[in-house]
């Protein structure tokens, strides 16, 4: 568990992934609730767990640990954009813009060349990686396909989780452009 000054200025946590990765999904920030777990996505609510159910097996039934292992026997990475920033709350909106530090994806991509597709889990994902990391990658994002996704916060009710599983779906498993 962390503290309190902790959730005001949150720091993400250390990328998931290994040697074979191809994918990497990205959310902003975690939120309150995964940061108190030590968690990517633990709010009940946030139906990202049950979309990795549903195409991997990675469901919100299963320990965390055998989650994480299922999406790298996947060749799904997980990480942030944001590796520091300050905000009072969980939501994206609440994020303080000039307090973003993004996270060292020159580094990560360098390491993890396999990497060939991005999905942003969100639109401040997207936008922030397009702000603060794209110009500083250049040609290293040259054959990188990036795509942003629906959110799959609980804070995002415009869509049902049903028709959310169906759009992560149509483009993780490459069933549309």
Not at 29 to 36: A, F, H, I, W
Not at 112 to 139: C, M, T, W
């Amino acid at each position: 568990m962390r503290d309190k000054a902790a959730m005001d200025n949150p720091v993400c946590f250390k990328a998931v992934i290994n040697e074979n990765s191809h994918t990497l999904i990205l959310g902003s920030m975690p939120g309150k609730v995964s940061l108190t777990e030590v968690q990517y996505y633990a709010h009940p609510r946030n139906g990202f767990w049950h979309i990795m159910g549903n195409l991997f097996g990675a469901g919100p039934d299963k320990p965390y640990q055998k989650r994480l292992a299922i999406l790298l026997d996947n060749g799904i990475a997980l990480w942030d954009v944001i590796e520091q920033c300050s905000r009072s709350t969980s939501l994206d909106s609440d994020i303080e813009e000039q307090s973003i530090i993004p996270n060292d994806f020159h580094s990560l991509l360098s390491k993890h060349k396999k990497i060939d597709r991005i999905f942003f889990n969100g639109g401040k994902a997207e936008q922030s990686f397009k702000r603060y990391v794209h110009p500083l990658l250049g040609e290293q994002l040259k054959n990188i396909r990036c795509v942003g996704l629906t959110s799959t916060s609980p804070a995002n009710a415009r869509y049902s989780i049903d028709e959310k599983i169906v759009m992560w779906q149509k483009s993780i498993m490459g069933t549309v452009e």
